[in-house]
């Protein structure tokens, strides 16, 4: 168990739909980082949050969006669905910085049909 | 940007052989390698990590890697592997600057161990 807590931990839905997958991270971690598993595109960054700030962004498609709470939960936010969204999407929490491993959470797989 | 290399999609072993996992990272001035196991339906877990200092790092389940900067190499080692073992591996390295931060991941290596 890493610590690192996700729901949920699958979500079906159809296209055109709205999401939210939500992460909470191991205690006293400030960095949270969110990724997607799929078969075509493998393990990809998507967005870093440290502290509720955004630091750092990778291939997040513009209808995706990210937040981090001042509790310092996370919730990924996915809109107008496509088929192609359907994949694992993993959230990351570490205490931020280059030289700091990151623990993963179990992943949500999402499901548009 | 950095990128990583896992040179082989699949690498079937039998128990008890040992297996060599293969990885290649861009160059950078700064390195922080690392790799992860992923089991089946479950998420990432780290079984080592290269910062700085010795070229030989150790981790968990008895597994090795060695960094070899001139070759830009990370390939991860186990003299004997087990059942267990068998899961998809991932070689990762951290990039970023002034507190962003992001892993590239390669395209991992699935392990399977035949009986």
């Known amino acids: 168990d890493s610590g690192v807590t996700q729901t949920p931990k699958h979500l079906i839905t159809a296209t055109g739909q709205r999401v939210t997958l939500r992460c909470s991270p191991r205690?006293?971690?400030?960095?949270v980082y969110w990724y997607q598993q799929s078969l075509d595109q493998g393990l990809q960054f998507l967005i870093q949050y440290y502290n509720g700030e955004e630091r750092a962004k990778g291939n997040i498609l513009e209808r995706f969006s990210a937040q981090q709470f001042p509790d310092l939960h996370s919730e990924l936010n996915l809109s107008s669905l496509e088929l192609g969204d359907s994949a694992l999407y993993f959230c990351?929490?570490?205490?931020?910085?280059?030289?700091?491993?990151?623990?993963f959470g179990p992943g949500t797989r999402l499901t548009v049909l | 940007a950095q990128s990583v290399t896992q040179l082989d999609s699949q690498v079937p072993v039998f128990e008890e052989a040992p297996v060599e996992l293969r990885c290649n990272y861009s160059s950078s001035v700064s390195v922080y390698l690392f790799w992860y196991v992923q089991y089946p339906n479950q998420g990432l877990q780290l079984l080592l990590k290269y910062l700085s200092g010795s070229t030989l790092v150790k981790g968990i389940n008895g597994f090795e890697a060695e960094f070899n900067k001139s070759q830009t190499s990370f390939h991860l080692r186990k003299p004997s592997v087990h059942i267990s073992d068998t899961a998809e591996y991932f070689c990762?390295?951290?990039?970023?600057?002034?507190?962003?931060?992001?892993?590239?991941f390669g395209q991992g290596t699935r392990l399977t161990i035949n009986p």
């Open positions: 990762a390295v951290s990039e970023g600057l002034q507190g962003a931060q992001k892993l590239v």
């Open positions: 990351a929490s570490s205490k931020g910085g280059i030289v700091y491993e990151q623990f």
């Open positions: 205690s006293g971690d400030l960095s």
